[in-house]
Nanobody, 114 residues
Framework: QVQLVESGGGLVQPGGSLRLSCVAS????????MGWYRQAPGKQRELVAS???????NYADSVKGRFTISRDNAKNTVYLQMNSLKPEDTAVYYC????????WGQGTQVTVSS
């Protein structure tokens, strides 16, 4: 049974930082591309950042220079370091694992507000 469990969300002031984690089980983690997506109220889910099995990364223009995705294959974990957070970063953040199909976590809420 595949499980992706996100953690690390919360309430943070503008300009602050958060680190999201996603622990995967039930898959050969190192073989999967991993990604972080987000969905704000009334909007479609959008890609935030992704990392291939080989470690190549890709970012949405809106987060370049502020967010960093990384993975630790020994811990079956993918991270999203989020710095200089803005109110428009407020959303539910989802972890995804991709190979021949997609697996999703349950999401973690990130709220950026003063």
């Amino acid at each position: 049974q595949v499980q992706l469990v996100e953690s690390g969300g919360g309430l943070v002031q503008p300009g602050g930082s958060l680190r999201l984690s996603c622990v995967a089980s039930g898959i050969i983690f190192g073989a999967y591309a991993m990604g972080w997506y987000r969905q704000a109220p009334g909007k479609q889910r959008e890609l935030v950042a992704s990392i291939t099995s080989g470690g190549s990364t890709n970012y949405a223009d809106s987060v370049k220079g502020r967010f960093t995705i990384s993975r630790d294959n020994a811990k079956n974990t993918v991270y999203l370091q989020m710095n200089s957070l803005k109110p428009e970063d407020t959303a539910v953040y989802y972890c995804g694992a991709f190979i021949s199909r997609a697996y999703w976590g349950q999401g973690t809420q990130v709220t950026v507000s003063s």
